[in-house]
Structures are given as structure tokens and as C-alpha cells.
């Protein structure tokens, strides 16, 4: 019955995590031109960074669904070392661009909490 709990917890607080990412990428997206006019290097660079988020979404949707479909253990790896990498983009934005990308890595590190509970569970 635990296993189950913290099965639909995963899935719950990857998906909000799937939301979360896309809703950024597309902020990031549509203000990528904003102060700094659409031909500037800055907005090319915003550009850039917003496609690498959309491609994070997308991969943390397949490591997902892998997770689900599969629960052998290459797809509870596959998830973990998603979510690591998550952590650490998030940080990593967090101290460079904006305190909001605190909120990912706390996200990210509770899914990491819970894909231990999981493992660990009997």
C-alpha cells in the first residue's frame, strides 16, 4: 500500500514538474526579446535557453513515462539521473539568473526523496 502512495506521489510531483518546466520555457520564450530588442545577441541568447528548457520538459515527460510504464530498475535510474540533472540546472540558474529557479531545485529534490522512499520501500 506504501509503494502505492509513493508511486502516485512521483507521478503527482512529476507532472507538476513537467508543467512547471514547459510554463517557464514558454515564459522564457515569449519575454526572450524584451529591453533588449529582437536582434540582439542578449535575445538570441534568451532563444537559445528557452529551447534547452523546452528540450528538459521533454525529457523529463520520457523519463517519466518510462518510470511508469517500465518500474524496472534502468527506469527508476533513468528518473534519478533526470532529476539530478534538474537539480543542478536549477541551481546553477538559481545563482546565475533569477531566485525563482529555487522553487525547480526544490522540486526536483523532493522527487529525488521520493524515488529513494520508493527504492527503499518494501
Known amino acids: 500500500m506504501r509503494r502505492r502512495w509513493l508511486l502516485a506521489g512521483i507521478v ?28 540582439s545577441i542578449q535575445a538570441a541568447a534568451n532563444g537559445r ?6 528540450a528538459a520538459t521533454g525529457i523529463n515527460v520520457i523519463a517519466l513515462i518510462a518510470f511508469v510504464l517500465g518500474r524496472r530498475g ?14 543542478a540546472l536549477s541551481v ?14 526544490a522540486v526536483a529534490l523532493l522527487m529525488l526523496a521520493l524515488l529513494l522512499l520508493l527504492r527503499r520501500a518494501p
Open 74 to 87: 534502468w527506469a527508476w535510474w533513468s528518473l534519478s539521473t533526470v532529476q539530478v540533472g534538474d537539480l
Open 12 to 39: 503527482a510531483v512529476g507532472l507538476l514538474e513537467s508543467v512547471g518546466w514547459f510554463l517557464a520555457a514558454s515564459l522564457l520564450w515569449a519575454f526572450r526579446d524584451i529591453f533588449v530588442g529582437a536582434g
Open 92 to 105: 546553477v540558474e538559481a545563482v546565475v539568473r533569477s531566485t525563482t529557479w529555487w522553487l525547480f531545485a
Open 49 to 54: 535557453f528557452a529551447l534547452a528548457i523546452y
